[in-house]
């Protein structure tokens, strides 16, 4: 593996860290301003942002080159720095049209869609015109293992009539995502349960489905796109709306979740080295005891964890992308479960240094600490928690050293 970026990469690095720094970074207390005034609604400064990203040709830089005309033309290991930089500001991803859900929602219609469903959805997603959800996720059973997902679709004639409840679908909150994956059992008695869930395309404004609520993390309601609770009630679609055919919803979820998963870590490590950076700064500007916070041998010992723990995480990282890119991602997906687990941890870690650090102001809406922790921590859970990731690679491990 080689460690040297291209002289491509060195540009584009320095492209979206320039674009973060001279244009994110200015407007994101307008930003939030406009956010307050209509919390589920694009800030119009956004799509501004996105504009300018999209004139600069920083725009949908995720998808792999094995997507051909959809593909930015970067490999996985190329977009690792790229992603790692968007990071570090929470709101830089969707300038780039990188965020998720849709980054997840893209691959699956690029990968498995038809050409009636690209054409349809993913080319105004890809437009940045469009946002969209991915509905897997419910409240009554154990959503870690996914063949216990409830949720019924069922063949009438020319339709799929679809009925369940979902939570923590991220993207349904806001106004303009309309359109969402839904995953459900089209045949819940088959033997094998891992071919009893589909997927289907669910446009939002389809009569029976019923946005119910925001959910919150920490307290936050993650707007504009949030984390809705929504009730599928007799929804109807037409059949063309099954994603590569019945009983494949289980190996659609593994082939998106496997690049969704390292891309989180990947910003992860944006996160944790931007936190990283405030908390070596603060300690260098801040007098205790009457001497900066930087001669405290105890500070001094966290930032050298927190450099190790960052380096490590990221070389991982890299590691998987890099298997990602020349074995595919189903010989990857040991190192995308290591890296899905020490990635969030390690985060979480050097967060906490930095808010401790911080005092009562890293607690406070004046940092990004306490909105870094509270991703972490979430990303403990989404796309699989860390037992199960766990659970899995001890799987492996013990029949290869059996």
Not at 48 to 66: D, H, M, R, Y
Request: include cysteine.
């Amino acid at each position: 593996m080689d460690f040297q970026y291209s002289d491509k990469m060195q540009t584009l690095i320095a492209q979206v860290r320039d674009f973060i720094d001279t244009e994110i970074r200015p407007v994101e207390d307008l930003y939030h301003e406009q956010l307050a005034k209509s919390p589920w609604e694009t800030p119009a400064v956004m799509d501004e942002l996105k504009e300018k990203a999209k004139a600069k040709g920083l725009w949908n830089l995720f998808l792999p080159s094995e997507y051909g005309e959809y593909s930015a033309g970067l490999s996985n290991l190329e977009y690792a720095p790229l992603a790692e930089e968007m990071g570090r500001c929470r709101i830089a991803s969707e300038a780039f049209n990188c965020a998720a859900p849709d980054t997840g929602n893209m691959e699956v219609l690029a990968k498995y869609g038809s050409e009636a469903q690209k054409k349809q959805w993913l080319e105004p997603l890809l437009d940045g015109r469009i946002r969209s959800a991915f509905a897997m996720t419910e409240p009554e059973v154990a959503s870690s293992d996914a063949t216990n997902i409830e949720t019924r679709i069922t063949r009438d004639g020319d339709d799929y009539v679809i009925n369940g409840r979902k939570f923590y679908i991220s993207g349904a909150m806001r106004k303009t995502c309309d359109i969402m994956i839904v995953m459900g059992k089209t045949d819940p008695d088959n033997p094998n349960r891992h071919q009893q869930q589909s997927q289907i395309l669910v446009p939002t404004n389809t009569p029976g489905v019923n946005i119910v609520r925001p959910m919150q993390v920490f307290g936050y309601n993650d707007a504009p796109e949030g984390h809705a609770e929504v009730i599928f009630d007799n929804v109807r679609v037409p059949k063309e709306n099954m994603i590569l055919g019945e009983g494949r919803g289980f190996e659609i979820a593994q082939g998106r979740l496997g690049p969704g998963r390292i891309h989180h870590c990947m910003r992860l490590i944006g996160a944790a080295q931007e936190a990283f950076e405030l908390m070596a700064r603060r300690v260098n500007q801040r007098v205790v005891f009457g001497q900066p916070m930087s001669k405290q041998g105890s500070v001094r010992e966290d930032l050298a964890k927190s450099w190790c723990e960052i380096e490590q995480a990221r070389l991982l990282t890299l590691k998987a992308a890099d298997t990602m890119d020349r074995e595919g991602n189903k010989v990857a997906k040991d190192l995308i479960a290591m890296i899905k687990v020490i990635a969030p941890n390690m985060a979480l870690n050097v967060i906490d240094r930095a808010i401790q650090v911080h005092g009562a102001v890293g607690l406070s809406q004046d940092t990004p600490l306490v909105n870094f922790f509270s991703y972490a921590r979430t990303l403990r859970l989404a796309d699989g928690p860390d037992q199960v990731h766990m659970m899995q690679l001890g799987r492996t491990l013990a029949k290869q050293f059996a």
